[in-house]
């Protein structure tokens, strides 16, 4: 093999060796490409989560203000019905101490 022959052999595989890394990179470029139609899909999609999110925060927000409120609520509707029962106990008493002073209002008229 001589001289000439050594670098055209030569030549024609560092040639073939770049054709093919230039194949290659086409290929997995062509692969891993995003298009823009997949790229307003998450743009749109990232969006969507976004908006997910805040509605969830304000509908927890709501939530816990409503919890707020009922707790409240049912804190005095329960002070409220103690008052009552105490008011009914107290009305109780005071009936039973009625009766018997009826009683014996009777018994010493009678």
């Known amino acids: 093999?001589?001289?000439?022959?050594?670098?055209?052999?030569?030549?024609?595989?560092?040639?073939?060796?770049?054709?093919?890394?230039?194949?290659?990179?086409?290929?997995?470029?062509?692969?891993?490409?995003?298009?823009?139609?997949?790229?307003?899909?998450?743009?749109?999609m990232s969006q969507e989560l976004h908006e997910a999110e805040e509605t969830r925060d304000q509908a927890i927000t709501y939530l816990q203000q409503r919890e707020a409120e009922l707790t409240?609520?049912?804190?005095?509707?329960?002070?409220?019905?103690?008052?009552a029962m105490e008011g009914l106990r107290d009305a109780r008493h005071e009936a039973e101490e009625l009766r018997a002073y009826a009683e014996r209002l009777q018994q010493n008229a009678g």
Do not use: P
């Not at 409240?72 to 008052?83: K, V």
């Open 72 to 83: 409240n609520q049912l804190a005095q509707t329960e002070a409220e019905l103690s008052a």
């Open 1 to 44: 093999m001589s001289r000439t022959e050594f670098v055209i052999a030569t030549a024609i595989i560092l040639f073939v060796a770049f054709c093919l890394g230039w194949f290659a990179n086409w290929l997995l470029h062509r692969f891993t490409a995003v298009s823009k139609s997949d790229v307003g899909e998450l743009e749109r």
